[in-house]
C-alpha cells in the first residue's frame, strides 16, 4: 500500500528504505506514544481528584521544592531588607584590601539608606514571595502588614494579608499579636482585645494552655526565647492600655506588674502603675500612650540602634 | 582587519538565522509580563521587582547566548568542513579566532541591547524609571563582561568540542562570579598551600562581580565615578586580550584531520 506513485512513494522511499531508518522511526513512534500515555494518566489523575482531597494535599510549594524552600523563604527575606536598604546588602567586611576589593567597593552601592513613604512598597513582592515559598513564615507576613499599615495607609490590605496569615498559621501566637495591634491602630478596641487574649493564651507555658492551643514552635535559641519575652510584654502592655481605656485600672495593672517582672528596667512604666495605684488613672490617656507606642515617627533601623 | 570582520559578520548573519535569539527575547516578554500580572498582597504598580527580575534574566540569557554562539564556531567549521577553505584563503589562525570572538561578542551585545530595551520599555508602561546615563554605564560593563566570557568560550572550542566547551565555559564563568568574592573570607580560616592555591585561583580567574552594575540601577542610584568605570573596561579588555593569546597558542599549531569528514 506504500508503493503509491508521487508524494506517497516518496515517503516511502525516505522512511521505509533502510532498516536503520526503520528502526529510528519505530523508536520515535514509542517514545511519542510513551508521552502520551503518561500525560493522558497524569491529565486524568489532576482532573479526578475532589476539590477536598486538593486542599488536604500538601501545597505547590511543598511538592516542588520540599524542605529547601524554608532556605528559600529566609533569602527572599534577606533579600527584602536589602531592597528596603536600596540594595545595599550586608556585605562582610574586606579582608584583603586588593584592587578588587577596592572597585568591588566602587560598584556596588554603599551607604545607610532606606526606601520611604510609598516607596516602601517595593520590598512587598519579596515578601511576598516568601510566603508563597513559606506559608509558616510568619515574620514575612507581620512585617508585610506593619508596612501597609503605616506606609501606605492601607489597613484593609495588611488585614487581608494577616488573615492569610492566620488561615496559614492558626496557632502561631505572632498572627493573634498583629491582628491585635492592627486593630488598636483602626480605632476597634474590643476586636484588639479579643486578639490579644487570644495571643496571650498562645504564648508558650502561659496558663497550661498548651495542650488547648500548641505553641507554634517551641523558641530553641537564645534568640528566639529573647523576642517572645519581648512579644509577652508587648502584648500585655497592650492589653493594659485596653483595660484602662475600659475602666479596668486593677486588671491594666496586673498586665504591667507581669512586664516589670520580666523587664525590671521599665521606669516609666513603674511609674505609670504608681500612678494608676494612687489616682485610679495616669497622666497621659491611655488612647495617646498606645498612638504614641503604634505609630512611631520614624522608623528605626537595627543599624540605627548601633549608630 | 577586513577579514576580521567579514568573519564577524558570518557569525552575525548565521546567529540572526538561528532561532535561539528570538526564543530567548520571548522568553523574557513572557516572564515580564507574568510577573505583571501578579497580584502582591493587592498591590499594583509596583516596579522595583520587576526590574530587578528581568536585569537578572537579561544577565542570564545573555550569559546562555555568548556560551552558545562563542563556543560553537571554530567546532562547526572543523566538523563541516570549511575550516580549510577558509585558512586556505589565507585568513591567518589569529583572525580567525579574532573575527570568531568579535562576531561572538557583537550579536551577544547587539541582543543584550534589546533585552535592556524591552525591559525599559516594560518598566516604564508600569510607571518605573530607567536612568539613561546609569543603563549606559550598566551595558557597557555587561557589554565588557560578555567580551570576556566569549573569549573564554573561544579558547576552550580551540581544543574541545562545542559542548565540552559550554560546559566547562559556564562552570568556570559561574563559579568566578558567584565564589570569587567570598575567596578572601574563605582563605582567612586557611593556612599553608590551600590558602595560596585559594588566592591563585582568585587572581587568575576574572572578576565577574566588577561588571554587574545592576543593585545601582534597581534601586536609582548615581552613576558610577568615570576613573574606576574606565578602569574596569580596561580590566575587562585585558582578561579578553588574555584569553584571545591564550586562544590562539591553543590553535596555531593543532592540525586538522581531513578523515573524520
Keep these: ?307 | 582587519m577586513i577579514r576580521i570582520l567579514v568573519i564577524a559578520r558570518t557569525v552575525w548573519i548565521e546567529t540572526i538565522r538561528r532561532k535561539d535569539l528570538y526564543v530567548l527575547i520571548t522568553l523574557l516578554l513572557a516572564f515580564l509580563l507574568a510577573l505583571m500580572t501578579l497580584n502582591v498582597f493587592g498591590l499594583r504598580n509596583l516596579v522595583s521587582y520587576i526590574k530587578e527580575a528581568g536585569l537578572l534574566l537579561a544577565w542570564v540569557f545573555a550569559w546562555i547566548l555568548t556560551i552558545g554562539v562563542s563556543v560553537r564556531q571554530l567546532p562547526q567549521e572543523e566538523k563541516t568542513g570549511t575550516i580549510f577553505s577558509l585558512l586556505a584563503k589565507p585568513v591567518k589562525r589569529s583572525e580567525l579566532i579574532i573575527g570568531k570572538w568579535l562576531g561572538a561578542w557583537g550579536i551577544a551585545g547587539a541582543s543584550t541591547i534589546i533585552f535592556y530595551i524591552l525591559l525599559a520599555g516594560i518598566v516604564r508602561a508600569r510607571g518605573g524609571n530607567f536612568n539613561l546615563a546609569l543603563t549606559v554605564e550598566a551595558w557597557i560593563l555587561h557589554f565588557c563582561f560578555m567580551g570576556i566570557l566569549s573569549a573564554m568560550g573561544i579558547l576552550f572550542s580551540t581544543r574541545m568540542n562545542s559542548d565540552a566547551a559550554a560546559t566547562l565555559t559556564g562552570v568556570l564563568s559561574a563559579v568566578a562570579f558567584m565564589l570569587l568574592p567570598q575567596v578572601p573570607q574563605l582563605a582567612e580560616d586557611l593556612s599553608g598551600w590551600r590558602k595560596e592555591s585559594l588566592f591563585i585561583i582568585y587572581y587568575a580567574l576574572p572578576h565577574f562581580e566588577l561588571f554587574d552594575l545592576r543593585q545601582r540601577l534597581v534601586h536609582d542610584w548615581e552613576t558610577m565615578s568615570w576613573e574606576p568605570f574606565i578602569m574596569i573596561v580596561f580590566y575587562g579588555l585585558l582578561m579578553s586580550a588574555v584569553f584571545l593569546m591564550l586562544g590562539w597558542l591553543a590553535y596555531r599549531k593543532k592540525r586538522f584531520n581531513r578523515d573524520v569528514f
Design chain 1, 1 to 307: 500500500m506504500w508503493r503509491g506513485e508521487g508524494g506517497a512513494k516518496t515517503l516511502y522511499a525516505r522512511c521505509f528504505t533502510s532498516d536503520a531508518s526503520r528502526n529510528s522511526v519505530r523508536r520515535t513512534l514509542l517514545i511519542v506514544f510513551v508521552l502520551w500515555g503518561f500525560a493522558f494518566a497524569l491529565a486524568c489523575r489532576l482532573l479526578s481528584m475532589p476539590d477536598q482531597q486538593k486542599r488536604n494535599d500538601e501545597s505547590f510549594a511543598d511538592k516542588m521544592l520540599g524542605g529547601i524552600r524554608y532556605e528559600i523563604s529566609g533569602e527572599l527575606y534577606e533579600h527584602a531588607d536589602s531592597v528596603f536598604h536600596k540594595g545595599v546588602g550586608h556585605a562582610p567586611k574586606e579582608s584583603v584590601p586588593d584592587w578588587f576589593a577596592k572597585m568591588r567597593r566602587q560598584v556596588a552601592p554603599r551607604g545607610h539608606a532606606h526606601l520611604h513613604h510609598e516607596g516602601t512598597l517595593e520590598i512587598m513582592p519579596w515578601l511576598y514571595f516568601s510566603t508563597r515559598a513559606d506559608p509558616g513564615n510568619v515574620t514575612a507576613y507581620a512585617v508585610a502588614a506593619y508596612w501597609l499599615a503605616r506606609e501606605a495607609g492601607r489597613l484593609d490590605l495588611a488585614e487581608g494579608v494577616l488573615n492569610e496569615a492566620l488561615r496559614n498559621n492558626p496557632s502561631d501566637y505572632r498572627v493573634y499579636m498583629e491582628k491585635g495591634n492592627l486593630a488598636m491602630k483602626e480605632g476597634k478596641y474590643k476586636k484588639a482585645a479579643r486578639f490579644l487574649d487570644a495571643a496571650y493564651l498562645r504564648l508558650s507555658g502561659t496558663n497550661n494552655m498548651d495542650e488547648v492551643y500548641p505553641p507554634a514552635a517551641a523558641p530553641e535559641t537564645t534568640r528566639d526565647k529573647d523576642q517572645v519575652r519581648i512579644d509577652r510584654a508587648e502584648i500585655l502592655v497592650y492589653r493594659g492600655l485596653l483595660y484602662e481605656m475600659q475602666g479596668s485600672p486593677d486588671n491594666a495593672l496586673r498586665c504591667y506588674r507581669e512586664i516589670v517582672k520580666i523587664f525590671p528596667g521599665r521606669v516609666n512604666l513603674k511609674e505609670r502603675m504608681i500612678e494608676l495605684e494612687k489616682n485610679g488613672r495616669s497622666p497621659t490617656p491611655p488612647e495617646k500612650l498606645a498612638e504614641t507606642l503604634l505609630f512611631p515617627r520614624r522608623y528605626v533601623c537595627a543599624e540605627d540602634e548601633d549608630e
